[in-house]
């Protein structure tokens, strides 16, 4: 039986790039990343165990159990879409892994480059209304997220991911149950009939396939949320050393970061030409504040044009003209600074055994002829 297409499959754009098959890891290129907001055909695939098949909308339901729920609570999809207000915001999701693959000595995982990134509308009901109709209590410090995604192994009793975020992020207007994107029902790869969305979080916290949440009166211990999984080192190490366990702290909000969306890299331009640049920057809690741009490695910097987002946790567009002093080769960098004044590097940043949180400045190459 012959493999199938993923770009078929997932109606993914032929120029993204299959990362594995087992699971599913699918990243996108940057110059696939230039529309406002991101169609299903741009978006990265980040999965941990199988997809499911055979979902029946009609009979799904959402249970609210844990700790620190008063009593069990569940809810059809029709429940959700007819007793509570329904919102939609443009949110930035990042895997945490995105840029792994720049990291030295290398750190184990998919190799991503630049396109674990995406941004797009979300339309479903606040986690924080559900969590209330439910009625928690005063002890709730986390939750956790369980789908109905199989694991790796066909193990029924294994859950091949189930992490979660302190109750402060869960009860944010932004963090979404959601059965829409871009005003369409959810596709399956991205979780339908329904997911989490916690913007500006690595990924892993926005669960596909949503079935039950879990509302914790500790620091949920679900599957990839111990051991290294998503985790950096509490304080800086030298690349590669070897971090203990109890060293690693859980990633929160992520990093400020950008990237250059058009032109593509290694375009050829007349010397009398202006370039004209654009992208996107995104600083996950927090606002973008100003956007820069170099063409001499990092030696002068210049201001680009910087829009603010549509909403909070939604990324920001950037633009330049660039005119080129004379005719060779050009690197064209990029940067973001945010609302705390903290830059991206222009390198790669602190190593952490599993390579998350690279944030170092995108940049691409231009001749001038």
Request: with cysteine; aromatic share 8%.
């Amino acid at each position: 039986m012959q493999d199938p297409d993923p770009f078929q499959l997932f109606g993914k754009n032929n120029e993204m790039s299959v990362l594995n098959d087992k699971p599913w890891n699918i990243e996108a290129k940057a110059h696939l990343l230039d529309d406002a907001v991101t169609p299903n055909s741009s978006m990265f695939i980040r999965n941990n165990g199988i997809i499911p098949k055979n979902i029946d909308p009609q009979n799904w339901t959402l249970t609210i159990d844990g700790e620190s729920v008063i009593s069990k609570k569940s809810y059809s999809l029709e429940d959700l879409k007819t007793k509570f207000k329904q919102y939609t915001y443009q949110l930035t999701i990042e895997c945490g892994g995105n840029g792994r693959s720049e990291y030295d000595p290398p750190a184990k995982g998919n190799q991503w480059t630049i396109g674990a990134v995406h941004c797009a509308n979300w339309t479903g009901v606040r986690l924080r209304d559900i969590l209330e109709d439910a009625e928690i209590k005063e002890d709730a410090v986390y939750t956790g997220f369980h789908g109905i995604d199989q694991h790796l192994s066909g193990d029924p009793s294994k859950e091949p991911i189930s992490r979660g975020c302190p109750i402060e992020k869960g009860l944010q207007d932004e963090t979404l149950l959601a059965f829409q994107m871009n005003g369409k029902a959810i596709p399956l790869a991205h979780g339908y009939p329904l997911r989490l969305v916690a913007g500006g979080w690595p990924g892993s916290v926005s669960g596909k396939w949503v079935n039950r949440i879990s509302v914790r009166n500790v620091v949920h211990d679900g599957a990839k949320m111990k051991g290294m999984a998503y985790r950096v080192p509490c304080k800086p190490v030298a690349p590669g050393e070897k971090v203990n366990e109890d060293d690693m702290c859980i990633i929160e909000s992520m990093p400020v970061k950008s990237l250059i969306t058009y032109p593509k890299s290694g375009a050829i331009l007349k010397k009398s030409k202006t370039l004209n640049i654009r992208g996107h920057a995104w600083a996950s809690e927090y606002e973008v504040a100003s956007m820069a741009y170099s063409i001499d490695f990092g030696a002068t910097w210049h201001k680009c044009l910087l829009e603010k987002p549509v909403n909070r946790l939604a990324w920001q567009h950037f633009s330049a003209k660039i005119d080129f002093p004379a005719e060779g080769y050009y690197e064209v960098w990029a940067k973001a600074t945010d609302s705390n004044g903290l830059s991206q590097p222009m390198v790669v940043p602190g190593w952490n055994p599993k390579g998350y949180l690279n944030n170092a400045c995108h940049r691409i190459a231009i001749k001038i002829m």
